[in-house]
């Protein structure tokens, strides 16, 4: 009997991960059908109903339901309870556990990021936004030594609150709004003093990490196209976007470079588009699914397949 799996959002038709999830389970011979549902928040009990109802297997949860969906399921991971915030869900006999595999393969991609273009992991860090997608983010950070994390969200309150709410996080961690821009001194004062390492003791600059939880629609069809960055120097810094929605110039592509990462161009930052991070997690989410290992070439070839993107960790 087919096996249904699904990923639940809003909205949701983007999504690529029916096309490598799909792919991956074709590969390890099992019959499975992988499929998007667009849910409205108002319709999320009733869609996590019906998954118990129709048998689902296993289901992958995006925005804005990531955060929403945690009452309505019957147990969570420590992952997902730590963060307080669900992608992965494994469907038992009708039981729902929710499972957190944006975190763990957050951080996958960021070393392998890292490694494939022999780049230092930097001591300082910028996240924008502070929303189920912050959270992984800074659950990753907090595991590697990111030693002065800022938040930089809308509002300076819901930062501030995401802090309170993980108490993984060290100290070191600060919220500031978009339009406080006391947070770009912060990143001059602290991302770019010079930094004395080796048994030479020579010094260098220390890059800034910057990455981005929020969503296309925060600064849809401005110019810049990410306006916080507007005034900060990045040549420095390597920037990471969780999307990986290429900005659109007329009809052309900038070859993966979301807005955010467009930034960047001028000053030839290194940056990742959030694809890394998307297989990554996926195949944390099939290992839970099946109990097996997927074959993460196969996935990651849908991907090249279907977004054009002939390397998923050199530098944009």
């Not at 763990?104 to 992991?121: H, I």
């Not at 097996?292 to 960790?313: K, N």
Request: proline letters at 7%.
């Amino acid at each position: 009997m087919r096996k249904l799996f699904a990923i639940i959002g809003h909205p949701v038709a983007h999504s690529l991960s029916p096309r490598f999830q799909q792919a991956a389970f074709d590969a390890a011979g099992i019959e499975a059908a992988y499929l998007p549902f667009d849910i409205p928040p108002e319709n999320l009990p009733r869609a996590i109903d019906a998954l118990r109802t129709l048998g689902v297997s296993g289901v992958n949860i995006t925005i804005p339901h990531k955060e929403a969906v945690l009452p309505l399921l019957d147990e969570l991971s420590p992952t997902a309870r730590d963060l307080g915030a669900v992608n992965t869900v494994i469907s038992n006999g009708g039981r729902l556990r929710g499972d957190n595999t944006d975190a763990p393969g957050f951080l996958m991609a960021l070393d392998k990021f890292l490694e494939a273009n022999r780049l230092s992991l930097p001591s300082s860090a910028v996240v924008f936004g502070a929303g189920g997608s912050a959270r992984s983010v800074l659950w990753a950070l907090s595991r590697r030594e990111v030693s002065r994390i800022l938040i930089v969200n809308r509002t300076q309150e819901r930062g501030e609150a995401l802090i309170r709410s993980l108490p993984f996080l060290k100290e070191g961690v600060q919220s500031f709004s978009l339009e406080d821009r006391s947070w770009q001194e912060e990143i001059e004062g602290s991302g770019r003093a010079p930094l004395r390492d080796g048994p030479k003791k020579e010094e260098k600059t220390r890059r800034l990490l910057l990455i981005n939880t929020l969503s296309l629609q925060a600064f849809a069809g401005s110019d810049p196209p990410f306006p916080p960055l507007q005034e900060v120097p990045l040549d420095d810094s390597i920037l990471l976007d969780l999307s990986y929605v290429s900005q659109r110039t007329g009809r052309k592509e900038s070859g993966g470079l979301t807005p955010f990462l467009s930034m960047g161009r001028a000053f030839s930052a290194p940056c990742q588009n959030g694809l890394g991070m998307l297989l990554m997690q996926g195949a944390l989410a099939f290992r839970l699914w099946s109990g097996r290992e997927p074959s993460v070439e196969v996935m990651e070839e849908a991907l090249r397949e279907a977004t054009g993107q002939g390397d998923l960790w050199k530098s944009l």
